[in-house]
């Protein structure tokens, strides 16, 4: 069992940055594939970014160079920085885990609460 608690959201201004955390609990957490999906209102949820348990990384066409998702096994913990924040980023960010390969499909199966990223236009 892997329990998932986001922070980190907030109001940020456009062209501004952010950076949300992930703190995973449970002996294996560190052997699993994390991402970070999110959902504006009326949307669907969408993939973001992706990280494997040795450090690869998959991005979203639309988030690609503007942000950046790490991990640090030791503390379980599981990073999305955010740069060049857009209005179109506003939505309730929620992070992810599952064993296996990254995929941009809603397939994981411990999920957070999410946390909220408010970019006014």
């Known amino acids: 069992q892997v329990q998932l608690v986001e922070s980190g959201g907030g109001l940020v201004q456009a062209g501004g940055s952010l950076r949300l955390s992930c703190a995973a609990s449970?002996?294996?957490?560190?052997?699993?594939?994390m991402a970070w999906f999110r959902q504006a209102p009326g949307n669907k949820r969408e993939f973001v970014a992706g990280i494997s348990w040795s450090g690869g990384t998959y991005y979203a066409d639309s988030v690609k160079g503007r942000f950046t998702i790490s991990r640090d096994n030791a503390k379980n913990t599981v990073y999305l920085q955010m740069m060049s924040l857009k209005p179109e980023d506003t939505a309730v960010y929620y992070c992810?885990?599952?064993?296996?390969?990254?995929?941009?499909?809603?397939?994981?199966?411990?999920w957070g609460q999410g946390t909220q990223v408010t970019v006014p236009s």
């Open positions: 449970g002996r294996t957490a560190s052997t699993y594939t």
């Open positions: 992810a885990a599952r064993a296996g390969i990254i995929t941009t499909t809603l397939q994981y199966t411990y």
